[in-house]
């Protein structure tokens, strides 16, 4: 499927891969990186700074190549989810065709008919009472466990956390699709027209001009990586 299905559907629709940048090879930050951690702090950074022999900027820009190359490119995350969608697809077209012609498709009621009153009973009709017995004791408790322990007050619990957090995530989207603050994603209404929301379940990758923003709101506005003075103030000598 990826290789004859997803792949050309990917460039009928434009998905296109992004060159990402390598990290360089470095034996002393990879064994930090695999070993230790991939988010090292910035006491982390200035030692292996020094063991390393490379700056501190270097060994920033080294790590966040290198978490880059282990996400998943954009051409692996299409097809995964045009998997998804055709496997879903498939299963509820399926679904519909084997009960379309059934009364209770079209009627609830026909549901009930006949209960409870069940066929196909073979260890009764086959004279195993014992058999019987010991399968009833065990459904029984399984039943009991199961429908009265772990489905009310384990399982629905964790759903009910999993809805709390898409609902927060869903909160976050909508006010940036309504004041305009967006990334990619969705759309988002802005000055002049529309623009992308970003999917808040989206792993976002790193790019190289990071650290000019985070220089940026230091510093101030940067041209060709140094800041831009204020033109109200006069350059001093």
């Known amino acids: 499927f990826p290789r004859y299905v997803a792949t050309p559907l990917a460039g009928l629709l434009n998905v296109k891969e992004k060159i990402r940048l390598k990290a360089t090879p470095n034996a002393v930050l990879e064994k930090f990186y695999a070993a230790t951690t991939k988010h090292p702090k910035q006491a982390d950074v200035e030692m292996l700074s020094k063991k390393s022999g490379c700056t501190v900027r270097q060994v920033e820009r080294w790590f966040r190549r290198r978490r880059n190359q282990d996400r998943p490119s954009l051409l692996k995350k299409f097809r995964e989810a045009s998997w998804r969608f055709t496997f879903y697809l498939i299963a509820f077209i399926a679904g519909m065709a084997v009960i379309v012609d059934k009364p209770w498709f079209y009627d609830l009621r026909e ?41 009310p007050f384990c399982m629905m619990a964790v759903l009910q956390l999993l809805h709390i957090f898409w609902a927060y995530l869903i909160i976050r989207m909508a006010q940036k699709f309504i004041t305009g603050k967006a990334r990619g994603g969705g759309l988002g209404r802005a000055r002049g027209g529309w623009r992308v929301v970003e999917d808040e379940r989206s792993d976002r990758e790193e790019t190289d001009n990071s650290e000019e923003e985070e220089e940026a709101a230091k510093n101030g506005p940067l041209s060709n990586g140094h800041p831009v003075l204020n033109n109200n103030h006069r350059k001093n000598d």
């Open 111 to 151: 549901v009930w008919k006949g209960y409870p009153i069940q066929t196909a009973k073979m260890f009764n009709y086959a004279g195993w009472r014992n058999t019987c017995n010991n399968i009833f004791i065990v459904f029984a408790a399984v039943f009991i466990i199961t429908r009265l322990v772990i489905l």
